[in-house]
Nanobody, 125 residues
Framework: QVQLVESGGGLVQTGGSLRLSCAAS????????MGWFRQAPGKEREFVAA??????TTDYSDSVKGRFTISRANANLYLQMSSLKPEDTAVYFC????????????????????WGQGTQVTVSS
């Protein structure tokens, strides 16, 4: 069992920066990769970024590449967001992939078995 708790969401102006954190606890040794997803009102939950548990490899969606940076330190996952746009407004979720057989990067919602409750990010125009 892995417990995930997000924090760091809030209100920011267009062009601003925000850093999201995800604290992981429990059987974290079984985690193979972690990721960030986001879901805007009325839209599907979409992939944002992923990172191997070791932190050596990362992957980003085209919409955030060059602006967001995913990283991991100890049992914490981070998402550094810069040059924020109104379209980045969404609830951001932290997730853990424990399937050792899966090829990196996991980009599908079904690839992740553990999820946090989400943190709201609002970018004003």
């Amino acid at each position: 069992q892995v417990q995930l708790v997000e924090s760091g969401g809030g209100l920011v102006q267009t062009g601003g920066s925000l850093r999201l954190s995800c604290a992981a606890s429990g059987r974290t040794f079984s985690t193979k990769a972690m990721g960030w997803f986001r879901q805007a009102p009325g839209k599907e939950r979409e992939f944002v970024a992923a990172i191997t548990w070791s932190g050596g490899t990362t992957d980003y969606s085209d919409s955030v590449k060059g602006r967001f940076t995913i990283s991991r330190a100890n049992a914490n996952l981070y998402l550094q967001m810069s040059s924020l746009k109104p379209e980045d407004t969404a609830v951001y979720f932290c997730a853990a992939d424990v399937a050792s057989y899966r090829k990196f990067p996991p980009r599908l919602r079904a690839d992740y078995v553990y999820w946090g409750q989400g943190t709201q990010v609002t970018v004003s125009s």
